[in-house]
């Protein structure tokens, strides 16, 4: 006998929210909870305001103490969450808007995660309140203005001990937060041993200045600056004590990749939630868009990308839980979820035919498509995330 049918509610469909396979039931009681305080507290005070501050390229600063109260930053080292949590937070932050997102995932993933990995336990105890509470803003300085994806090999910043001081020289690009961080993390070139170090810089040091970068196409509120620094000299206290090769700064990278990809899934849903409620609302040819097979097919299409891609970050949450996950881990999963996120947020810009080119609070889904190109390009671009995979599973690397 066939299981018995309801009628389809139009008004009230089991799958709004997009949580298809119910992932959300894979955290504890506790961590539903807190993820649902996050939720609600981003649709009362970020969304909003998201899309004024993004077209006029400025930061809501006002949001700062508001995030403070919400008390989100470390929440696996310092709260004792679990990995999977703070994917599905970071997606919901993306969900609402990138630009917080970003903001939050520089300060927290980049710039903690950096102290926490790397400092010495003196330095630790002495900056992480600070941080931990965003009394201090922090800003992650790795990206160089000749130096992407190549940094690892061709960081051209360079440090020089002198004394129980060391002097920085060079330049750094595409730094978020920036422009107005308390302190930034700079890696630069020892020029005794030619290894990557680690150095907490407070950015009112004489000598170091950082230029807003103007025009930008996505993530307009995140404030992105160019930075100097001209004998910028600093005491051997702000050296990272675990901080002296590249090798080092890869502990970071690693997780910090795995949190991009959880944006890719953010952006995803976001672009669903925008898409799907307008094809519900829009009427063309007397009836909701949304009753048309095209547009059922490219919505599904849309939700099949976002559920594939948060199925593979739920499994590679879970092997960072058990330690298990490698840096191939999320290579594989940055390159993934952001192709098919690239994919599902055009095909939600179009689904609002000339509307998807606004950036308005009604509408959203230009800035959504727009934000995923950042999101596409950063902690490690498609082709070179493809070559990471590529030689664990060959053993051989691409890579020049």
Known sequence: MSAQRTAPDPENPPYADGDFYAFDQLLTDAERTRLEEIRDFLEAEVRPVATDFWNRDEFPHE???????????????RQGHSNLFAGLAHAAFT??????????????????????????????????????????IGAFGLTEP???????????????????????????????????????????????????????????????SATKIENKIALRSVQNADITLDNVVIDDHFHLAHGNSFKDVNKVLKVTRLAVAWQAVGQQMGAFDVARRYAVERQQFGKPLASFQLVQEQLVKMLGNAVASTGMMVRLAQLEDEGQARDEHSALAKAYTTERMRETVAMGRALLGGNGIVASSDYEAAKIFADAEAVYSYEGTYEINTLVTGRAITGISAIV
């Open 63 to 77: 949001l700062v103490p508001k995030l403070a109260q919400l008390d989100v930053v470390s929440p696996v080292r």
């Open 95 to 136: 969900r609402v808007d990138t630009s917080i997102a970003t903001f939050m995932g520089v300060h927290d993933g980049m710039f903690t995660g950096t102290i926490e990995e790397l400092a010495s336990e003196e330095q630790k105890a002495e900056w992480l309140p600070d941080i931990y509470s965003l009394k201090k």
């Open 146 to 208: 000749l130096g992407g994806s190549d940094v690892a090999g061709g960081t051209r910043t360079t440090a020089e001990k002198q004394g129980d001081t060391w002097v920085l020289n060079g330049a750094k690009r595409w730094i978020g937060n920036a422009t107005w961080s308390d302190w930034v993390v700079i890696f630069a070139r020892d020029v005794a041993d030619n290894q990557v170090k680690s150095f907490l810089v407070d950015t009112r040091t004489p000598g170091y």
